[in-house]
């Protein structure tokens, strides 16, 4: 009984405090892991618009909905929407939208990320098009 409870805790151990992957494992089976599309933002498109983080995150919400992409989730507080059902692509591939206030000045860059290329090249064309229409770009 002594080694059961020993090996949990060091279960424990292991997942509070060791691999990273380890804590984010439960976000991966309910699938709402961001860190494969935070990983890729060293590859992402992106584009400055004239507008507040909050404009910027509503907009692409709005423009989402309308072209009938799946807002799979919103996070206001990190400043990411993830989307999904981006046509060309698997209805399952995540595409990551990505919000930073560029501070100094009144912008905020947009970028979008994927593992899949395709899926980002689609998604980047239609939100940016869309959003230089509400927003000057920078």
């Not at 009144?106 to 689609?122: D, L, N, Q």
């Amino acid at each position: 009984m002594k080694i059961l409870r020993g090996a949990l805790g060091l279960v424990l151990l292991i997942s509070f405090f060791g691999c990273a992957s380890l804590l984010d494992a439960p976000k991966n089976v309910v699938g709402v892991s961001i860190r494969d599309m935070e990983d890729r933002r060293g590859f992402s498109i992106y584009q400055a618009f004239e507008c507040t983080a909050q404009q910027c995150f509503d907009a692409v919400v709005d423009i989402a909905t309308v072209n009938k992409y799946n807002v799979f989730l919103k996070d206001e507080m990190r400043g990411v929407i993830v989307l999904m059902n981006v046509p060309g692509a698997v209805d399952t591939t995540e595409v990551g939208v990505f919000f930073t206030s560029l501070g100094t000045q009144t912008g905020t860059k947009v970028e979008i990320s994927s593992r899949s290329s395709p899926a980002k090249r689609t998604a980047a064309v239609l939100l940016f098009a869309e959003l230089a229409q509400k927003f000057n770009k920078i």
